[in-house]
Nanobody, 128 residues
């Protein structure tokens, strides 16, 4: 059982930045594709960004492209999401997720159902 612990959420003004971090408990963390999703009140959980097991491939939702950057440091067992130029519509609970389905990760990274493990979520609030 992989446990994922997110940190770094908070309240920020529009145009500001936040950095989210996710620390998996699994020693074989490098065997998982990793993703960030978010869920606003009354909305479905949506894909934000993902990174392949090696870190060589990254994927972004159109709404965050050029503003958010996902990265991973397998030696440090962490995955991060740098969020710049934040907008009020970025307000949501952000979730870190891990997928063991590596053979199809590059085609299904945006699917909630492809992820085996989820963190508890961290709140991000962007004020206008």
């Amino acid at each position: 059982q992989v446990q994922l612990v997110e940190s770094g959420g908070g309240l920020v003004q529009a145009g500001g930045s936040l950095r989210l971090s996710c620390a998996p408990s699994e020693r074989t963390f490098s065997s998982y594709g990793m993703g960030w999703f978010r869920q606003a009140p009354g909305e479905e959980r949506e894909f934000v960004a993902a990174v392949s097991w090696s870190g060589s491939s990254t994927y972004y939702a159109d709404s965050v492209k050029d503003r958010f950057t996902i990265s991973r440091a397998n030696a440090k067992n962490t995955v991060s999401l740098q969020m710049n130029s934040l907008k009020p519509e970025d307000t949501a609970v952000y979730y870190c997720a891990a997928s063991s389905k590596l053979l199809r990760f590059n085609s299904r990274f945006a699917w909630v159902s492809e992820y085996d493990y989820w963190g508890q979520g961290t709140q991000v609030t962007v004020s206008s």
